[in-house]
């Protein structure tokens, strides 16, 4: 019998700075054992078993256990270092092996978890009893405080707020779970087309001074009128305004009133179609209104549009247009920011409009009743405006080629300190959120999250000012609660639309016309940084001939998405990816789980409604999560491989708990996904096979550019070899491990060297696959790049490409190119999976490494033989593999949809 491997098992619960110093200090207890480290992130040494913080301590002891298989396991190791949120993964550590069982502290002094100890144990015990004591006896300590608080009795006036402020909440919540909707108010339209621009102005006439010139050039160019609301100013502006601007329409007021209650005075006013507010510490730029208008033309029933707004140089942004709500802040953060767009960003989704510098369609604006005049005397009553707006299903968008300069609290810094300012704005988001949103679970999020933060920022040692007053004032939720009309939208998807993790970029064909098709994609189809990229974009390039591409895809970051592109589409829209390695175990792939985000699905649902497409195509499997989303349009279901049938392969070659996993939610999720959509796509006839429950399934091949790629003339280095596979791709970095070690070293020693194309961030998927497999790129005779723009040079300079894949499902469009180049390509069979293909005409076939190896040897050694398989190649791609005929089934199949 075997002698099982003496292993020590590293359990990281501590802080980061004293992982590489545990584990020094583990292995110097028996050098000779093999080290495994249980951890959360990559360990610096040892070999890495991921512990998942969102599953279950069962789930990762399973997983702990299969990857230690039979080996005996001599100490299990873990660190109690306090306040540290590793309670379960010690409680793993326990259970691995509870009689071998090593605690450390953070000064790494350790002892054994069992009676022979106990003097050690007491000895920790004692030593933890006096740093106990010694914390919460001085300052910040919570047995300090509390004995502080009973000789400083004004120092309950914070938590006595906050305890009535989750008090008021749980009341404005029921009161607000209980109250009957509101009837909603009818749009009535009518008015002539162009834009009232209303400028309300307390003791302002300096700011009209500067702004009027410049307003009345831009409204000249569209019908207008500019209506001026004075707000009970005393610095001479009503007679001069009539010197001065006859033209100009004045309302008057003798007393001040607040900014709400002015605006509605010149909304009630306005004779044309959309009204503009405006400031009066507003400079507009060139073509400011046909910019906010054009919005309305291309996004269906807008409710408002918003200018993005600069500010005075060498004055810091504070705001920029783009409003958002926050999907991830800090405690301390408002819930409110204004990030700046990024370049070509325009008509993106934005939780409302500034008051300031939107234009409104009047009847929308009337129907909702203008501005709530309850947010006195400013602030917060153009988001309370956008809000309700959205309930009723009329959205606001950025107009970025609209632009002002902003003289920022002008007037209102005359009126009132900084500290009073901000505890308008506090106050008044308090009470928007229990007058206007209307689900009450989300009111109970947003409302909690609310008042956490003002008492967090209220127990600092030097508060804001504003902060414990604005607390206190909390008590009024349950009084400002407002019946209002039923909402036809979902709120949580709509917080998660205005996140700021939707960017919305028009592209060249933004004016067009014609069908539309929505593609929801996983990530960018370019650059061409691997197969499905290549496939996608090729595809939609021939998809745009006959129809309009609406492109919502996932990104890392925001940024204008390339030329080329945006060239094929009517708009592309971004959703920046939220990862997490948090997520639990649940009874769906980790893959769907990391896809299914609220924004995309926001997104996905505004796309669909803005620009009414015939189909949605869902690119990858994991995607197939939005089909319901769809709604009445047909969702096609793009499958680049049969997910299911490559966890099977990678199950096989491999037996992991994890993979079995896996596979088992794989079952089945695809094939739910197989029943919603409205067509399965593959990209073979064996794939289409192994589709069950589908209502339709159509196989539309992979491809190649032929004439891109094209064979070279130039001789290939001799003995150069090239792989190309991006490490993204779990079954590359498997199928490079093993020919690295089976195929390799005989090559080698035969002079070969061997080039090889890792696909973007190789480095994050070695790291993030390294309990998978570990890929020795460190030796003689390698040549590694990572990513690659143009790959046909690399092809041109190769003898031989090779692809040893060991798990492979659809159909690898690195072979196709290979072959158009006119390559020798030595493959195993899971390499040309679902590709017809003659072993030994077109391609050179070997079932294992040796075999590979020599395969390879023959035809360096043998250039006719090797010739003779390229031109093969070629004209098998030729006649099988171009993107046009293929390009054309495509379209034939979007036709026959279309049809239905």
Known sequence: MARRERTLVGFASGSADLIESFLQELQKIDPAARLCVVSEFAPPRGQWIPYMLGRTVEQNLARIRDE?????????????????????????????????????????????????????????????????IRWETKPGGWLYTQLWRLFHPWAYRRPAAFLLARLALVLAALRKRLAASAPAEAVEPGLPEGVSIVVPSRNGRELLAALLPGLAREAAKVASEIIVVDNGSTDGTTGWLGLEWPEVRLIASEKGLGFAAAANLGVREARYSHTCLLNNDMVVGEGFFPALRKAFDEVPGLFCSSAQIFFPEGKRREETGKT??????????????????????????????????????????????????????????????????????????????????????????????????????????????????????????????????????????????????????????????????????????????????????????????????????????????????????????????????????????????????????????????????????????????????????????????????????????????????????????VEHDI?????????????????????ERWRRFETWAWSEAACVVTMSEKDAASVSGARRVEVIENGVDLARFEPSEEEPEPRRLLFIGSFAHLPNLMALDFFLRESWPLLRERGSMLHVITGARAEHYQELYRDRVQVDLAQPGLEVEGFVSDVRAAYRKAAVVIAPLLASAGTNIKIMEAMAMGKAIVSTPAGINGLTLEEGSDVVVARSGAEMAEAILRLLDHPEERKRIEARARRTVEERYGWEPIGRKQNALYRELRRR
């Not at 917060?380 to 609209?402: C, I, K, M, N, S």
């Not at 959703?575 to 893959?591: A, C, K, N």
């Not at 096989?652 to 708990?657: A, D, G, L, T």
């Open 68 to 132: 230690l298989q039979d080996a005996e396991v001599a100490w299990s190791a873990m660190i109690l270092q306090p306040r540290m949120p590793y309670w379960r993964m010690r409680l793993a550590a326990l259970r691995l092996r509870p009689s071998r069982v090593l605690c450390f502290n953070e000064n790494l002094n350790h002892f054994a978890l069992r009676p022979g100890s106990a003097p050690q144990i007491l000895r920790h015990l004692a030593w933890r009893t006096r740093n106990f």
């Open 643 to 663: 997910t299911l049938d490559l966890y099977e392969q990678l199950q096989r070659e491999k037996p992991r708990w994890e993979t079995a996993q896996q596979l």
């Open 324 to 637: 958002i709500w926050r999907a991830r802040t800090a405690p301390e953060d408002f819930p409110l920011s204004c990030p700046p767009p990024v370049e070509g960003e325009d008509l993106t989704p934005v939780l409302y409009g500034s008051g300031g510098c939107s234009l409104y369609d009047t009847a929308r604006l009337r129907a909702l009743g203008g501005f709530g005049e309850c947010f006195t005397p400013a602030y917060v009553e153009d988001l309370d405006l956008g809000y309700r707006a959205w309930l009723r299903g009329w959205p606001t968008v950025l107009a970025a080629q609209a632009k002002v300069i902003h003289h920022h609290r002008s007037t209102t810094s005359k009126l009132f300190t900084d500290n009073q300012i901000q505890q308008f704005v506090e106050r008044n988001f308090l009470r928007f959120l229990a007058r206007t949103v209307a689900s009450a679970e989300v009111f109970r999020a947003q409302c909690r999250r609310m008042l956490w933060r003002l008492n967090l920022l209220a127990s600092k040692m030097e508060p804001p000012a504003w902060a414990l007053p604005s607390l206190a004032e909390s008590f009024k939720l349950p009084l400002w609660v407002e019946r209002a009309p039923r909402p036809v939208v979902d709120e949580k998807l709509l917080l998660a639309l205005c996140s700021g993790d939707v960017a919305n970029f028009p592209g060249a064909r933004r004016e067009s016309q014609r069908p539309a098709l929505v593609v929801a994609s996983p990530y960018l189809p370019f650059p061409l940084s691997h197969g499905g990229a290549v496939r996608m974009y090729n595809l939609m390039r021939q998809a745009a001939r006959e129809y309009d591409l609406v492109l919502v895809c996932f990104c890392d970051e925001h940024s204008r998405p390339a030329d080329e592109l945006l060239e094929l589409c009517r708009e592309i829209v971004l959703v920046r990816r939220e990862g997490s390695h948090l997520r639990p175990l649940t009874d769906r792939p980790d893959v769907v789980e990391e896809h299914d985000q609220p924004a995309f699905r926001a997104a996905l649902k505004e796309a669909i409604r803005r620009h009414k497409p015939f189909a949605a195509q869902l690119e990858f499997t994991q995607m197939g999560l939005y089909a319901p989303d769809c709604g009445e349009i047909p969702a096609i279901l």
